[in-house]
């Protein structure tokens, strides 16, 4: 039988989930995909995750990504979602809406920080790797050998005296219609200060403009080598999955 759990992606935009293979760390079947329903609160998204394992028909172990610091199962921030979630038992609220299986919930970076260490390059497996995902806001995820520190939350570090998300994620790039240099220049400077903090041997690099890594990823002036990750849009899915097999719920 194929080692297989169900990945949920929770994004401000869309709700995302697949049937995932752990051996590969590919989808089975088709991506469903429905709009975050607005508002975003706890109850209105788990009842949109209940209609995605509808549609999918899928009665078993389900990981789910959230994009709030989880600690022992409760969502503790809400930087970019609807300040509701902040003090919920996201144990209690997906038990109530989707039964009495196995579930876990995580962080949105460190979900895919675990999936591109699984399965993309060799290089985010070896040794201490930061994997920062740039997009509404930046998240991270610290990774020793493959294993997950969870909730680092980089991307509210102060740099220069601002965070570092509304100095230099993708939103920010486009709301203030940066070019690829100029916003290189801010991720650079980020980038030195995690360094200088942290000392990673690689800087592993995703979120939607990593696509475009070409066009940015060699104007930056850090010292460490950055990398693209390798799984897109896939990797919140595939970490969300692997997180309810392997029992990682934070
Ligand atoms: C949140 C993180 C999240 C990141 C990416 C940040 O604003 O605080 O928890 O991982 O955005 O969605």
Do not use: C
């Amino acid at each position: 039988m194929t080692n297989t759990a169900f990945g949920i992606d929770i994004g401000g935009s869309g709700i995302k989930g697949a049937r995932v293979d752990l051996d590969t760390g590919e989808f089975i079947g088709d991506r469903l995909k429905i709009a975050t329903p607005s508002p975003a609160t706890p109850d209105a998204v788990a009842e949109t995750v209940a209609e995605i394992l509808r549609q999918a028909e899928w009665d078993g172990d389900v990981g789910i990504t959230l994009p709030s610091v989880v600690k022992d199962q409760v969502a503790l921030s809400a930087a970019n979602i609807d300040k509701s979630w902040i003090g919920t038992n996201v144990d209690e609220l997906f038990h109530n809406h989707l039964g009495g299986r196995e579930i876990s919930v995580l962080n949105d970076a460190d979900a895919a920080g675990l999936a591109e260490a699984a399965f993309g390059d060799p290089r985010a497996r070896q040794g201490a790797v930061i994997f920062l995902t740039f997009g509404t806001g930046i998240g991270s995820a610290f990774l020793i050998n493959g294993e997950l520190f969870p909730n680092t939350e980089l991307g509210h570090l102060e740099v220069d005296g601002k965070e570092a998300e509304h100095r230099a994620s993708s939103a920010v790039k486009e709301r203030e219609e940066l070019s690829y240099k100029k916003w290189a220049k801010r991720v650079s400077k980020v980038l030195l200060e995690y360094e200088r903090l942290f000392s990673p041997q690689v800087f592993l690099v995703g979120g939607g403009i990593s696509r475009e890594y070409e066009r940015w990823v060699p104007l930056l002036t850090n010292d460490v080598t950055v990398i693209p990750a390798q799984l897109r849009n896939r990797a919140g899915i595939v970490g969300a999955a692997m997180a309810v097999t392997q029992r990682v719920a934070p």
